[in-house]
Each structure stands twice: as C-alpha cells, then as structure tokens.
C-alpha cells in the first residue's frame, strides 16, 4: 500500500522539462515513470518498466508515437499495449504496461496515480500564475532529500521566516509573532498572515528604494498533496491593506511531489507584478528565492536527520496550528483510500 494519497493529481514535470521529441524520465511517489510526448504535442505519462524484464524504457527509443524498448526490442503504444515483440507472431495477453492520467495545465504536467477512472481534470489546483502575461518568472525543479512531509510543514509554517531566513525572506521577528489566520478550504487551507510596520526583507532591498517600514502580507492556498499557490507583498507602511498603490507583489506556485519516501521534488516559481521594467528582474527573484530554499533545505535535512534516529519529542506551539490541519487533512485522505497511517517519525502526535 502507498504511503502516499493516491487519488490528487502531482505535478510531474514543468512543460518544457519533457521535450517535443525525446524521452523523459522520473521517480514519482516511488514509481519509475517515462514522459513524452506524440506527434500531436500531447504529454504521455507510462510505466517506465518494461513488462518483459524490466528495462528502463527510457534508455529505448521513440517511434511515432510508440516505444520500442532498447533491451528486446519490443513496441508499445502511447495506450501502454505492445504491438510487437521481436522472433514471435503472438503477444502475450498480459503485455501491457501502466499508463497515468496526464493534464497539462498552465505549463504543469498533472499527474493522477490513484485508480484512473477517478482522475477528475476538476480537481486540478489553479496554478494561473504559471501562464499570464503579466507574471512573468524563471521555473525551476529542485530534489530534497527530505520526507514531502516535513517540506508542507515549513510552508504551512512562515514563523521560520524569522529565524531561517532572517538574512534573506525574513528581516523581522515580527513575523514569528503574527497570528495567521487560517481557513479549511476544499482539499486544505488558506493561510493569510499579515505584519505590519516592519523593516523590509534584506531580500526585498534588492529590487526596490524602500526607505521606511513596510507591511508586509503572505496570504496562500495549500492544497493537497503539497500545492502552495500564494499571494503576498509589501507595501509602505500606515496605509489600508487594500491601497495598494506602491506596493510590491509577488504571485507564486510550489508544488511537492514525492520521489520516495525521503526524497521530494520541489516545482516552483514565483513572479514579480509590480509595474516594474528591468527586464532581469524575475531572475534576481529567482536567484534570491534559491538562497532562500538554500537555507531550507539546510535544516529541514538536519531534521529529518534527526527524525532518523527514533521517536523524537513533538511538543505542540501555537505556530502549529496550520501544519497540525493539514496532516490532519492528509491522514483522512489516506485513511478514505483505505491505507495504512504513514510511519512518520512521532509526527503522529501532532494530529
Ligand atoms: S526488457 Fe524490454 S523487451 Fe526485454
Ligand atoms: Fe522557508
């Protein structure tokens, strides 16, 4: 059984990592899956193992819209059903291989692994950000060596800007002592933090002459299986939250998707909105938004380091509160497809 929710749909690549012509490939959930595309431009998502003995298909070739293994030579089609088996006529009923429901949407290829006749297109988070004219952002792909688990924790959890990211998101202690508000929302839950009258990030610095205090706004949807879709902002400071003349804006979309177990790939991208005209912008964003992950990943490895070693204390705070929802929120999923609860390291407790 999966340790995973099955029935959500993951992102499984950005758009342009699987090429028009070309095999890609990668661990999801634990699973091996090749990408591709048909003649037509259309994303196929296929058991990247060979029915016969298991080859990788990624290191065939692709013919059309078909693949030919590169160890026997067999050929399946884009529906995963062989057509040909070299040195024989017949084929063998159970030639088949998985295919997963794939969406491409807004330059993220979906991926549904739970039973395929309840892949609902529906369902599928509104990442927009990712393809507007107006947000314009450098995408990018990291992999953590980190249980998916652990990383929703910290995005569920912006008092660690505070203390992680003091030289970079953060700049202010305040933001640690803001109360969010939280919201149970279809498939998990609006965060909306806002701090007023606090120095500007040492990131923010960087793009903008901010003189004085600015209120600063964080406000986001994560959904499961680890969708973060976020608005946030500065602006100076003694204004309405909603004059926004001055301010600064930032939309951005972050999506989890477990490798392994301990293992996690991190899609995301965040875009400047502000009438800005410095064409190199969304890559200093980008840039600093990587020295920012930097500091993340850092001690979210160091903790699950730890986690390793045994049970561990758990001692519930109030900053929490949102992180506790939401595994609540992902044990009932897992509990309604019938799996058993994950082995998360005492995490349990937090429930
Ligand atoms: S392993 Fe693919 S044809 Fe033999
Ligand atoms: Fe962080």
């Known amino acids: ?67 030919r293994c590169g160890y026997h030579g067999m050929l399946f089609n884009p529906q995963g059903a062989c057509l040909e088996v070299p040195g024989q006529t017949t084929i063998p009923r159970e030639a088949q291989i998985r295919r997963y429901p794939l969406v491409e949407r807004n330059n993220w290829l979906w991926l549904w692994p739970g039973p395929p006749e309840q892949a609902d297109p529906a369902l599928i988070p509104d990442n927009w ?3 507007h004219p107006d947000w314009r952002y450098v995408p990018d792909t990291h992999t953590w060596p980190v249980d998916w688990r652990l990383i929703c924790d910290n995005l569920l959890d912006f008092s660690h800007l505070s203390y992680v990211h003091a030289a970079t998101l953060g700049g202010s202690t305040e933001i640690a002592q803001a109360k969010p508000v939280i919201d149970r929302i279809p498939g998990g839950l609006r965060v909306t933090r806002r701090v007023r009258d ?14 004085g205090n600015v209120d600063r706004w964080f ?18 400071t003694g204004h309405r939250w909603d004059e926004m003349q001055g301010a600064l804006r930032l939309e951005s979309c972050q999506a989890l998707t477990p490798e392994t177990a301990d293992s996690t790939h991190y899609f995301f991208m965040q875009a400047p909105g502000f009438g800005h005209t410095d064409p190199d912008l969304p890559a200093a964003i980008h840039a600093s938004l990587i020295q ?18 045994g049970p561990s204390p758990m001692v519930a705070i109030a900053a929490d509160a949102a992180l506790a ?3 609540q929120i992902l044990q009932r999923a897992l509990q309604a497809e019938g799996a058993p609860l994950p082995d998360d390291g005492g995490n349990a407790s937090w429930a």
């Open 292 to 309: 920012a992950f930097a500091e993340d990943r850092a001690m979210i490895t160091a903790q699950q380091a730890m986690l390793k070693l």
């Open 325 to 327: 929802r939401f595994r």
């Open 129 to 131: 950000a990712c393809n």
């Open 219 to 236: 406000i986001y949807e994560f959904l499961l299986p680890g969708i973060l879709l976020m608005h946030s902002g500065l602006k100076p």
């Open 1 to 67: 059984m999966s340790p995973f929710p099955l029935n959500c749909w993951y992102v499984a690549a950005w758009s342009h990592e699987v090429p028009s012509s070309g095999l890609f490939h990668r661990t999801i959930l634990g699973q091996p899956v090749l990408l591709y595309r048909l003649q037509t431009g259309e994303a196929v998502a296929l058991d990247n193992r060979c029915c016969h003995r298991a080859a990788p298909l990624h290191l065939g070739r692709q013919e059309g819209d078909n693949i």
């Open 198 to 211: 606090v120095p500007p990030a040492p990131y923010h610095r960087r793009f903008a002459d901010l003189p």
